[in-house]
């Protein structure tokens, strides 16, 4: 059986972490980063546990 973290919600499906039968995230953790300088909104930071299929 899947896992999944009802804590780390993701719509990303694909990332090899991403449950296949929901949007959550299958890792026990991950990694959040950015890649400005100063970042001011959402979009500006990174899921850096993100793996491609
Ligand atoms: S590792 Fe990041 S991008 Fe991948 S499913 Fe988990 S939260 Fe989403």
Redesign the pocket.
């Known amino acids: 059986m899947e896992n999944i ?1 009802r804590s ?5 499906e694909q ?5 296949s039968t929901c949007d ?4 026990d953790k ?1 990694s959040v980063g950015t890649h400005e300088d100063n970042p001011s909104q959402e979009q500006c930071t990174d ?5 491609h299929n």
Do not use: G
């Open positions: 973290n780390i919600r993701c719509s990303v990332c090899v972490h991403h449950c959550y995230c299958s890792l991950i899921c850096l546990s993100f793996t």
